[in-house]
């Protein structure tokens, strides 16, 4: 495995484009008619904060080159807005997959959100129950989240 250096998004801006191409293809189907250009412009205004949320950590490899992606924000999921704060928008591009990156990204974002102040971290999945579960996520709630999925909110104690 490369070593990868995790950066907040505020720091490594001249990726910002490139993320938020990775979130409207992999989520912008279940945000009704929400563009790229949308996408890119909440990332633009809501996602460069420097010690407080939202923001996004990007894994870079020794060429400065993206390899993934992780958000974290106060409120995610409609139907679970009791839970604060979330992890969100983990994503590594396709050729990176396997090799640790997500996890890395996890627990950089864990690590930032321990630091806030915060006990607990909740995520949504509606496909990676036994991935999470493996790194010590336990459900919290079984809901039909935002993207019209049965899943589940799961809780990592920090």
């Not at 801006?13 to 993320?19: F, N, Q, R």
């Not at 938020?20 to 250009?37: K, M, P, S, V």
């Not at 990156?101 to 930032?112: F, G, R, T, Y």
Request: proline share 3%; net charge negative; hydrophobic share 35%.
């Amino acid at each position: 495995m490369s070593n990868y250096k995790i950066e907040n998004l505020y720091y490594c801006k001249e990726h910002m484009e490139v993320i938020a191409r990775w979130l409207f293809n992999e989520w912008g189907q279940y945000r009704g008619n929400q563009t790229y250009g949308d996408v890119l412009a909440k990332v633009q205004n809501n996602y460069l904060n420097e010690d407080i949320l939202p923001l996004f950590l990007v894994a870079l490899d020794e060429y400065n080159v993206p390899h993934g992606v992780v958000g974290a924000r106060e409120h995610e999921q409609g139907n679970a807005k009791e839970f604060t704060p979330w992890l969100t928008s983990l994503y590594v591009r396709p050729e990176s997959r396997g090799m640790g990156i997500a996890k890395l990204l996890i627990n950089a974002q864990n690590d930032i959100i321990k630091h806030m102040g915060y006990n607990e971290v909740y995520l949504y999945t509606s496909n990676a129950q036994s991935y999470y579960a493996s790194l010590g996520w336990n459900v919290a709630k079984t809901i039909l989240g935002d993207d019209n999925k049965e899943g589940v909110v799961m809780k990592k104690e920090l």
